[in-house]
Nanobody, 120 residues
Framework: QVRLVESGGGLVQAGGSLRLSCVASGIIGSINAMGWYRQAPGKQRELVAAINGGTTNYAESVKGRFTISRDIANNWVYLRMNNLKSEDTAVYYC???????????????WGRGTQVTVSS
């Protein structure tokens, strides 16, 4: 089993930045991919960014603004969010998978989420 704990959410003005962090514990050796999903009120959960092995992938809406990175040695994954917009307001979930994380695919493990609110 893998446990994921997010931190770093909060309230920020439009145009500002935040960095989300997620630490994994448990059977870490089984994890190949980590990523971030988000869910805004009244909307479906969507994949924001993922690292599958050494490859990163981003939703079109965040390309050029968000950066995902992973510290494999210390079991962390980060999401740097720049130039935030009101439409980025959502609960952000850290995720991990034994194989890969892709849009529309399943995910093995989920964190509880952290709220990001962008005020305009």
């Amino acid at each position: 089993q893998v446990r994921l704990v997010e931190s770093g959410g909060g309230l920020v003005q439009a145009g500002g930045s935040l960095r989300l962090s997620c630490v994994a514990s448990g059977i870490i050796g089984s994890i190949n991919a980590m990523g971030w999903y988000r869910q805004a009120p009244g909307k479906q959960r969507e994949l924001v960014a993922a690292i599958n092995g050494g490859t990163t992938n981003y939703a079109e809406s965040v390309k050029g603004r968000f950066t995902i990175s992973r510290d494999i040695a210390n079991n962390w994954v980060y999401l740097r969010m720049n130039n935030l917009k009101s439409e980025d307001t959502a609960v952000y979930y850290c995720t991990a998978d034994r194989v890969r994380i892709t849009r529309g695919g399943g995910v093995d493990y989920w964190g509880r989420g952290t709220q990001v609110t962008v005020s305009s």
